[in-house]
């Protein structure tokens, strides 16, 4: 079975998204920042991107991709991207974290779950032998981690401080040792990618 890899991207002081973020604002105030990358280059919610990944960043999005076998994501984070207008971006299952799972919309491109464990469990059996991105919100990765579902964790900096906003880590008390697997850096952002280690496992890492 394939890994549970939770990524997101953050600024230099750690926020996911900047103040009020939502539809038509969905990293928030000066949020935009954050996806350069994404897209290569500058975009702002009035002039929507057109653009994608190059260099760096695309070898690592094209690497994520590969693998991708099924995608979680919060509800919130659903809202705030606009449903995607309604259309499944990724190609593979996507399942939602929701408190209304009776919420969902007509088709299969989204599939409401009550619970996260529950929607990486469904997320897993969908993959097979691929992997499950958990792609946020911030509150849905630290959920993640604090459930211990979560076998690497990919933390994307863009090189910028938004001064404030929605912080990564906001009010997470748990201790998560990490080791580092990987670091690859593009004009955009900084790639880090961390593997979760299992306070039972024998090698100091996880499988």
């Not at 998560?176 to 880090?192: K, N, Y």
Request: charged share 25%; aromatic share 10%.
């Amino acid at each position: 079975m394939g890994k549970v890899i939770a990524g997101i991207t953050t600024s230099v002081d750690g926020y996911v998204a900047g103040p009020n973020d939502g539809p038509g604002c969905g990293l928030g105030e000066g949020g935009e920042r954050l996806h350069h990358w994404v897209f290569g280059g500058p975009w702002t919610y009035d002039d929507m991107p057109e653009g994608e990944a190059t260099g760096e960043d695309q070898e690592w999005l094209q690497e994520a991709m590969a693998g991708l076998g099924a995608v979680v994501a919060g509800r919130w984070t659903y809202e705030a991207a606009d449903h995607w207008g309604d259309a499944n971006p990724w190609g593979v299952p996507f399942f939602i974290v929701t408190h209304r799972p009776e919420e969902q919309p007509p088709g299969d491109d989204f599939v409401f779950v009550d619970g996260l464990r529950e929607a990486v469990e469904r997320a897993r059996a969908a993959a097979g032998d691929k992997h499950v991105h958990v792609m946020g919100g911030a509150d849905v990765i630290r959920q993640a981690l604090a459930a211990g579902l979560v076998d690497e964790l990919s933390i994307i900096v863009a090189p910028v401080v938004l001064g404030g906003g929605k912080g990564l880590f906001d009010g997470f008390d748990r201790r998560v040792e990490l080791e580092h697997v990987g670091v690859r850096q593009s004009p955009f952002a900084t790639f880090i990618d961390y593997r979760v280690v299992r306070p039972d496992s024998g090698d100091g890492g996880s499988d």
